[in-house]
């Protein structure tokens, strides 16, 4: 019998030679690889609508600690672009993803709390439509790929504004569609296989327009900041993409205005 954790550190490390190569490296585990893996739905809707930030990716998911495109790159994120490393701060993180969470968790300066809809997967158990904490609690919270399975979006959007400190931050991540100009949504579907085909997953309740995306989140209060990586690609493992990043995704950062 050999123990899970050294059971997973010889995966890794037989990965890590398996993979071994110099296209590619991962910021989390700091692997050097000839390539990431597959990742994501082949579902037509997504790629007919652009969908950027889901679908399916030749180049998304780290052979070595399972990292994903749109997690490395919100880490890159937060380390070139914000100061999250070194100031002090309460952090909410929604949905945790577990390379960020590690992260997030060793972080001296960070007051770290997750939070989820079951908190099996997180310290507390929270629904973002009607969030238990007092209004500007957080300096920065972090909620990627949560608002598109949420009916009522706008009222988690108002939530989030809520308990954001004034001169806040908050990371945002949706799928959003280049091909769309506004949202689609339709509540009356909610049918698995027919969500997977209008909106791309069995779990989601719309496909958001970047535009339809951007003004709903100014309309709970933000000040919206869409960033794109590819546009100053030096921090981000430049044009030939390094870190296997999305070259469509956008980073949401939004401010509550302080
Ligand atoms: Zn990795």
Redesign the pocket.
Known sequence: MIPPRLEAKLRATCRKAVYYGFRHK?P??G?SLRAFLPFGFEFTVLKEMKVAGGGYRPNAL?P??S?LDRERLVYLFLLHKTDIFERPGRLLHVAPEARLAEIFRTTENLDYLTADISAKTAMVEMDITNIQFPDASFDVIICNHVLEHIIDDGKAMSELHRTLKPGGMAILQVPVSQALKDTYEDFEITDKAEREEVFGQGDHVRIYSSAGYQHKLARAGFKVNAFNWIAEPGSFGGKRNLFGLSEQEPVFLVRKYG
């Open positions: 991962c989390f585990c692997s780290c070595v600690c990292s």
